[in-house]
């Protein structure tokens, strides 16, 4: 046992009945599933059409992602999403989604529903939550005309079948009440699906001021010289895209051997390095071999092996690098995934120690 095991937490298998959603898929529920994680985060592909949630806000700020589920071919949207977002349940603003984008979503403002209209190739949709315990909060009229917000998240959501335990978040409850919403064979929306989404385009109709549209950056592609990696790939330089925000990552596709990245550590925040298969529909489909060494100091590391989907916290202050993947039988996604908005590290340089303000993570 290394002194960093516990940094590395490898995706499980987890038998699911989601709706409309391909399985299994990969997922990290923060710290009540890896203990040190200071994040949440899935990996969920849609395949329906289907509404996704009601108006609700975060303590925090939370990320969503809408991209192609085949990393490979990462700008290949041909979809259409509507997202709602606004400052009040009551007065939520349309954002059409068609192509591929990040949104930052600020602390205490409302979104929801994600209304996943029309399919034409499958959607990656990912919520990323910088934080272990995930939270929400949700308003309603209750039977007195006065508001009342509840509370809740992970670890102390009750299961709705069984109120006795907790939420396992096996999507069997979910499924059911989102079979209202299955359209016919011609792709037209059922009558419940119509009826949900009419008080969300009656708001539309009168609020949309676009305020919210700054939140909301197309990934750009990115060219790059590089014959290990597929080109063009995608990334978000943080606040240097979107105002205020607070991580910035990098997708790279792996498609041979090679090395990258150097030896350096970050003195002021946490990095996750994510490892999975390239095409999101076989999240563990995993044929690869990756070694990279971490450590308080550059001349006492430890040397770790990955063969299968996996995710490393780098705990601020830590030293890793390079990443070498030493075997690539078909392509992977390397997802450095860095806690601020501008990125940084230390090299060492002639002995010193060396900050380098700027550029992607790596």
């Known amino acids: ?14 038998d699911e009945h989601w709706y409309g959603m391909v399985t299994p898929r990969g997922f990290l529920r923060g710290n009540r599933e890896m203990k040190t994680s200071n994040l949440t985060i899935d990996f969920t592909v849609l395949t329906k059409p289907q509404p996704m949630d009601i108006p609700h806000f975060h303590p925090i700020d939370e990320y969503i992602l809408f991209v192609g589920s085949d990393f490979k071919n990462f700008y290949e949207f041909e979809d259409e999403i509507e997202f709602w977002i606004g400052d009040d349940p009551e007065r939520m603003e349309r954002v059409p989604i068609k ?12 979104h929801a529903p994600t209304y996943f209209k029309t399919f034409d190739t499958p959607i990656n949709g990912s919520a ?22 509840t509370y809740t998240g992970d670890g102390i959501r009750p299961c709705e079948k069984n109120p006795k335990v907790k939420c396992t978040y096996c999507g069997k409850c979910f499924a059911e ?48 010289d590089n014959p290990n990696l597929i080109t063009p790939r995608a990334g978000f330089r943080g606040a240097e895209e979107i105002e205020g925000a607070k991580v910035c990552f990098m997708f790279d596709i792996v498609k041979n051997e090679c090395e990258l990245g150097d030896l350096h550590m970050h003195p002021a925040n946490e990095e996750y390095l994510f490892f999975f298969g390239s095409d999101i529909k076989e999240f563990f489909s995993f044929d690869a071999e990756i070694e990279i060494e971490i450590g308080d100091d550059p ?22 690098g390079p990443v070498k993947f030493k075997k690539v039988g078909a ?11 501008r990125y940084g590290k230390v090299v060492k340089e002639g002995g010193l120690d060396i900050y380098k303000d700027g550029g992607i993570p790596e």
Do not use: C
């Open 1 to 14: 046992m290394g002194k960093f095991d516990k940094y590395f937490y490898k995706f499980p298998i987890v």
């Open 331 to 341: 392509p992977i996604t390397y997802l450095p995934m860095y806690m601020s908005g």
């Open 128 to 149: 990323l939550y910088p934080h272990g315990d995930f939270r929400a909060v949700h308003r309603r009229v209750n039977e007195n005309g006065f508001y009342e917000y």
């Open 299 to 320: 001349k006492n590391m430890e040397k770790h092996i990955i063969t299968e989907p996996t995710v490393l916290q780098i705990p601020e202050g830590t030293w890793h």
């Open 177 to 224: 009440k989102m079979a209202m919403f299955e359209t016919d064979d011609s792709g037209k929306p059922s009558q419940a699906l119509v009826d949900f989404m009419k008080p969300y385009y009656e708001m539309a109709e009168k609020n949309q001021t676009h305020q919210f549209d700054k939140y909301i950056y197309p990934f750009k592609p990115v060219e790059i």
């Open 99 to 110: 192509q591929s984008s990040i949104i930052r979503v600020p602390a205490g403002l409302y």
